[in-house]
């Protein structure tokens, strides 16, 4: 799903309630070594159902360098790849050639990147991804925003579904 937040364009001001991503994250987060999943991410205080937590970032890439890299890390045997396709407005016949799959672009969180690099995988997850469209109002390069399915107790690790990607 997406969120469409308020942007330079508005008549609200920054502290309008549609601005929420845009903000940044407001909870602490910790980087943790998990037993048997390397590392991982959890919050040192307790998260409300539907709170933003973070966003993922990286280094905005074209589809051809992703698959560039992808095969240099299989090639690698390496086993954490940090590429996250911006893909949600994506359409074969779109009007706007950015949005064709050929123009696609994809986040590399390997290099540069934030603490949601390290959020681990689950088909459990207790965090939804939106692709999230604001102030510069482009859906070919969105943000992609993680918020809480359900409250999170202090210290559980924060997940997310790696395949379904926005789940409900």
């Not at 910790?30 to 973070?54: H, L, M, Y």
């Not at 109002?137 to 943000?143: I, R, S, T, Y």
Request: charged residues 35%; neutral net charge.
């Amino acid at each position: 799903e997406a969120i469409y937040e308020c942007h330079s364009g508005c008549t609200c001001s920054s502290e309008c309630p549609n601005r929420v991503v845009e903000r940044g994250r407001t909870v602490p987060v910790e980087i943790f070594r998990t037993k048997n999943r390397g590392w991982g991410v959890r919050c040192p205080v307790d998260i409300k159902k539907g709170q933003f937590v973070d966003k993922y970032i990286g280094e905005i890439i074209t589809l051809k360098e992703a698959d560039r890299r992808r095969a240099l890390a299989i090639k690698a045997k390496k086993k954490d790849v940090y590429l996250f396709d911006l893909d949600h407005f994506t359409k074969e016949d779109s009007p706007d050639p950015r949005l064709r799959p050929s123009a696609l672009m994809v986040v590399d969180g390997e290099f540069m990147s934030g603490p949601t690099r390290f959020i681990n995988h689950s088909c459990e997850p207790n965090l939804r991804i939106f692709a999230r469209v604001g102030d510069h109002a482009d859906k070919h390069v969105h943000d992609l925003a993680f918020f809480a399915k359900r409250d999170i107790p202090k210290g559980e690790e924060l997940t997310f579904d790696y395949v379904a990607g926005t789940d409900e």
